[in-house]
């Protein structure tokens, strides 16, 4: 069992930056490949951002490519979300994803194991 802790979501102007966190705890943390989904209200969860379990391989969505940024911290059982140049269209529940099989299979929203209960971010115009 991994349990999973979003924090650092907030309501921030547009164009300002945020930084997400998730804190893993549980099963080796270093075995998972991890990402970051968000569902904005009356939408469908959508990837967001994945990174393979030793930090090498990278995934983004098309419509947070050059602005976000996944990494992780192995030794701190932590995977961060660093979101910059922020839209009033980024506004939703960011959540945090965990699974043993690859970042490219959480990209396609498949071989997900856990999720946190995520951690609201809201831009402003």
């Known amino acids: 069992q991994v349990q999973l802790v979003e924090s650092g979501g907030g309501l921030v102007q547009a164009g300002g930056s945020l930084r997400l966190s998730c804190a893993a705890s549980?099963?080796?943390?270093?075995?998972?490949?991890m990402g970051w989904f968000r569902q904005a209200p009356g939408k469908e969860r959508e990837f967001v951002a994945a990174i393979s379990s030793g930090g090498i391989s990278r995934y983004y969505a098309d419509s947070v490519k050059g602005r976000f940024t996944i990494s992780r911290d192995n030794a701190k059982n932590t995977v961060y979300l660093q979101m910059n140049s922020l839209k009033p269209e980024d506004t939703a529940v960011y959540y945090c994803?965990?699974?043993?099989?690859?970042?490219?299979?959480?990209?396609?929203?498949?071989?997900?194991?856990?999720w946190g209960k995520g951690t609201l971010v809201t831009v402003s115009s």
């Open positions: 549980g099963r080796t943390f270093s075995n998972y490949a």
């Open positions: 994803a965990a699974s043993q099989t690859t970042a490219q299979a959480i990209s396609s929203r498949s071989g997900i194991s856990y």
